[in-house]
């Protein structure tokens, strides 16, 4: 119950941007419209971008984001946080389909302009990769936490900027690839957190769990 109250609440924000591109607010789908064209025409005056917004998209593709969360879980598994490990594996793995079905409820069309940089099938928001790379970095880092409070200071600071990083320029490389709006990626990323967050509170308070 706990779990579900607080995705209500941090989710909140989607439901709001959800609500604005369904009824194509005209304040959003210009600021939208903008900001594609402009990133994409610096896409296009680049090829050497291109090629390294296309690799992105391919190490990032859902099925690979995932599977590297095998070795932390693995990892957490080992080190006796097996509860902790069931919880972000079953997490991720559930936030993925979730992600999906919200596709499916928005139905928002990809964004369309003169002249496309790449193509991308199904709906656009929220977007998937920005979606599973942030759901998948947040869970792990909660999954590993009781772990990587143990290592220095300036390690953990680290670890997190360096996933903060990866989901930055996950949303980016959706953008400036023009397959995504701005609000799609941002969408995405508060999804997984939203979600990521509301399933751990509800896993926390949780009796009989190992310590945290």
């Given amino acids: 119950m706990r779990g579900a109250l607080a995705a209500a609440i941090l989710c909140l924000p989607v439901v709001v941007l959800a609500s604005l ?6 304040e959003l789908i ?3 419209q903008r900001a594609i064209l402009a990133a994409t025409g610096v896409t296009r005056s680049h090829p050497a971008l291109f090629d390294a917004l296309i690799t992105w998209q391919e190490i990032f593709l859902p099925w690979h984001v995932y599977l590297a969360a095998l070795p932390i879980a693995i990892w957490t598994w080992v080190r006796g946080l097996r509860g902790r490990t069931i919880w972000g594996v079953a997490t991720m793995l559930i936030g993925w389909n979730l992600g999906l079905q ?10 369309l302009y003169d002249d496309p940089v790449s193509r991308a099938p199904g709906f656009s928001f929220p977007s998937g990769h920005a979606f599973n790379t942030a759901m998948m970095l947040v869970t792990s880092l909660i999954m590993a936490w009781p772990l990587l409070r143990r290592w220095p200071s300036p390690a953990r600071v680290a670890v997190v900027a360096a996933a903060a990083v990866v989901i930055v320029l996950t949303a980016l490389d959706r953008v400036f690839l023009g397959v995504h709006f701005p609000s799609d990626v941002v969408a995405g990323v508060l999804l997984a957190l939203g979600l990521a967050f509301a399933s751990y509170l509800g896993y926390r308070y949780e009796p009989r769990r190992e310590s945290r």
Avoid: G, H, N, Q
């Fill in 102 to 111: 919200a596709k499916l409820i928005v139905e928002r069309a990809r964004p």
């Fill in 21 to 26: 591109v369904t009824i194509s607010w005209d």
């Fill in 30 to 32: 210009e600021v939208d």
